[in-house]
Nanobody, 121 residues
């Protein structure tokens, strides 16, 4: 299983970016998907998660500015980021809890490679 994230880049404060993360490989089902971020010198933190049914949760720091969504048919999760601030600068990682086979009722967490978001003031 692989998670491929894309969409990062350089943007001015107040601007917008949309991140995408597609899961591929041997996938039976995907439970929660989400985005985390890690700023330089900081610990990785949770940004947003979304269940397979579409229920979303957000870190307080991004509520009202970021929107997480997913396309179950495409095994893809998105993060729409609006009104970006310099403090949003970080490497953004996608994650997904995936069951790879119907034969074994077990799922594991998989991580993407990260995509850099830089917000200039």
């Amino acid at each position: 299983v692989q998670l491929q994230a894309s969409g990062g880049g350089l943007v001015q404060a107040g601007g917008s970016l949309r991140l995408s993360c597609a899961a591929s490989g041997s996938i039976f089902s995907i439970n929660d998907m989400g985005w985390h971020r890690q700023a330089p010198g900081e610990q990785r933190e949770l940004v947003a998660t979304i269940t397979s049914g579409g229920s979303a949760n957000y870190a307080d720091s991004v509520k009202g500015r970021f929107t997480i969504s997913r396309d179950n048919a495409k095994n893809t999760v998105y993060l729409q980021m609006n009104n970006l601030k310099p403090e949003d600068t970080a490497v953004y990682y996608c994650a997904a809890n995936i069951r790879t086979t119907r034969l074994i009722p077990m799922s594991l967490d998989y991580w993407g490679q990260g995509t850099l978001v830089t917000v200039s003031s």
